[in-house]
């Protein structure tokens, strides 16, 4: 029985380190391709005079050449300080309530956050249906703990 065990341990070993190697020659050819695409953009922009458009496909990395040319923030408006300070008065502080829980106060940390890249997607113009579910399970998952 020991010697299944201590096999099992040396294999266990073997596939953690390489698993370890097979990690970084991954991570080390993806950024070796990654610098390779980006020279490739590069020379065709210098030689063509336009942006080379990664396959549809692609979506989670986009190279930018120029950092400081990122988008504005939408401009806030007047009303919506005035509205916030109307929704902080209309509901009066809980007195005799317990502190929030730790994981509450987390779920609602969340939720804000989420809202916030709600609007943002809203203001660029992009699909929202994931947020939007998202802030709904926030939102059913916060009233669900707050009952007594």
Known sequence: MDTVITE??????????????????????????LAEAVDIANL???????A?????????????ANVKAKGKAPA??????AAAA?????APPKADAK???PHLTAMRKKLDQTTKKLEAARAAGQNTK????KIYELEDTIRLAELP
């Open 86 to 90: 109307k929704a902080e008065k209309a």
């Open 52 to 64: 080379l458009k990664p396959p549809a496909s692609i979506t989670s990395f986009k190279f930018k």
């Open 76 to 81: 806030k408006s007047a009303k919506a300080p």
């Open 8 to 33: 099992y341990q040396k294999w266990k070993e073997q596939g953690e380190s390489l698993r370890a190697k097979a990690k970084l020659a991954m991570e080390t050819r993806f950024r070796e391709i």
């Open 99 to 101: 502190p929030d829980s």
């Open 130 to 133: 994931n947020l939007e579910d």
């Open 44 to 50: 065709y922009r210098q030689d063509f005079g336009t």
